[in-house]
């Protein structure tokens, strides 16, 4: 079993910056690639970014490029998301989650393993 458990979230201007983590632990996977996803209320959950723990690339939804960066801290089993720019609309619970199946990574199909989720605001 992997265990996944984020934090860093909260309630932020619009125009601020928040810093999320996801600690892994349990069996964990160097092949497994790691997601961030988030649901606001009423919507369905979306894709943020993802990158591999083998590292090498990284992938971002259109809405987040240039404001969102994910990385990871394989030594710490952790994986962040920076989040610049905070808008509004990014009001979300974010969940982070592990993909070791195949599948398309912007979907929640290939993702067997999901933390809890973090809480966050952004107020205008």
């Known amino acids: 079993q992997v265990q996944l458990v984020e934090s860093g979230g909260g309630l932020v201007q619009a125009g601020g910056s928040l810093k999320l983590s996801c600690a892994a632990s349990g069996r964990t996977f160097s092949s497994a690639i790691m997601g961030w996803f988030r649901q606001a209320p009423g919507k369905q959950r979306e894709f943020v970014a993802a990158?591999?723990?083998?590292?090498?690339?990284?992938d971002y939804a259109d809405s987040v490029k240039g404001r969102f960066t994910i990385s990871k801290d394989n030594a710490k089993n952790t994986v962040y998301l920076q989040m610049n720019d905070l808008k509004r609309e990014d009001t979300a619970v974010y969940s982070c989650a592990a993909a070791t199946r195949s599948g398309v990574l912007t979907t929640t199909h290939p993702y067997d393993y999901w933390g809890q989720g973090t809480q966050v605001t952004v107020s205008s």
């Open positions: 990158i591999p723990w083998s590292g090498g690339w990284t």
